[in-house]
């Protein structure tokens, strides 16, 4: 039986790792998983719900109750088999995201979430806690980083705000991603980090595929 592969890519905000994991997945013939985008489709629910975002207890029951999947196409996103693609991605619901990230049960369930769609198929996962907690066990890990300054442009550019906003919002935010309790952002021991500051994104997806090719021969685990 084919070994299913999982590719953990990690980083902070502004790094690329969204287009770059959609990339490598599409070249790879894996699924590609956004792990943002599962919290931003919680925080969806739960703002459509009236749920209170301090509400704990009930936004583990929706945790836990959300069926998540990832489209085929790469791209969508469906919540409770509706396509939310468009809808998680406004400015109410990414702040509503921020908030419910924090809360350890909506992690926790998240976490089993997203590990039992690696357990049904070779995938390309990226987040902040993929390499550490999600998958400690990934067959390949990467970090991907880049100076504030131009993660904060390349953001700028997609959210047609001043750079001078967005580097603050992107300092904030690595500020409370690498400072809470549950899960911070931190590299793993064994992850490959890659610094995409001053490189174009074929530059960078050459880069992490000449990594994965290193660690697996055609997409299977190489053995030793």
């Given at each position: 039986?084919?070994?299913?592969?999982?590719?953990a890519?990690?980083?902070?905000?502004?790094?690329?790792?969204?287009?770059?994991?959609?990339?490598?997945?599409?070249?790879?013939?894996?699924?590609?998983?956004?792990?943002?985008a599962?919290?931003?489709?919680?925080?969806?629910?739960?703002?459509?719900?009236?749920?209170?975002?301090?509400?704990?207890?009930?936004?583990e029951?929706?945790?836990?109750?959300?069926?998540?999947?990832?489209?085929?196409?790469?791209?969508?996103?469906?919540?409770?088999?509706?396509?939310?693609?468009?809808?998680?991605?406004?400015?109410?619901v990414?702040?509503?995201?921020?908030?419910?990230?924090?809360?350890?049960?909506?992690?926790?369930?998240?976490?089993?979430?997203?590990?039992?769609?690696?357990?049904?198929?070779?995938?390309?996962?990226?987040?902040?806690?993929?390499?550490?907690?999600?998958?400690?066990e990934?067959?390949?890990?990467?970090?991907?980083?880049?100076?504030?300054?131009?993660?904060?442009?390349?953001?700028?550019?997609?959210?047609?705000?001043?750079?001078?906003?967005?580097?603050?919002?992107?300092?904030?935010?690595?500020?409370?991603?690498?400072?809470?309790?549950?899960?911070?952002?931190?590299q793993?021991?064994?992850?490959?980090?890659?610094?995409?500051?001053?490189l174009?994104?074929?530059?960078?997806?050459?880069?992490?595929?000449?990594?994965?090719r290193?660690?697996?021969?055609?997409?299977?685990?190489?053995?030793?």
């Open positions: 039986m084919t070994k299913r592969i999982t590719i890519i990690d980083g902070p905000a502004g790094a690329g790792k969204s287009t770059l994991a959609r990339r490598i997945a599409a070249k790879l013939g894996y699924v590609y998983v956004d792990s943002g599962m919290y931003r489709a919680l925080a969806l629910w739960a703002l459509r719900a009236n749920v209170a975002l301090s509400d704990m207890h009930r936004l029951q929706l945790a836990n109750a959300a069926d998540i999947e990832f489209a085929a196409d790469g791209v969508s996103i469906l919540l409770n088999d509706e396509d939310v693609t468009s809808a998680i991605r406004t400015p109410e990414s702040q509503a995201a921020s908030e419910v990230s924090l809360v350890p049960a909506v992690r926790r369930a998240l976490v089993r979430k997203q590990r039992e769609i690696g357990e049904k198929a070779s995938i390309v996962m990226e987040g902040r806690d993929i390499g550490t907690v999600v998958f400690p990934a067959t390949v890990k990467i970090f991907l980083d880049a100076v504030p300054e131009e993660r904060a442009t390349r953001r700028a550019n997609e959210v047609a705000l001043p750079a001078q906003i967005v580097e603050r919002q992107i300092r904030e935010r690595d500020q409370r991603d690498r400072g809470r309790a549950e899960s911070p952002l931190v793993a021991p064994d992850a490959v980090y890659v610094d995409t500051t001053g174009s994104i074929d530059e960078v997806e050459a880069a992490i595929l000449k990594i994965i290193d660690r697996t021969s055609n997409g299977r685990e190489r053995t030793q």
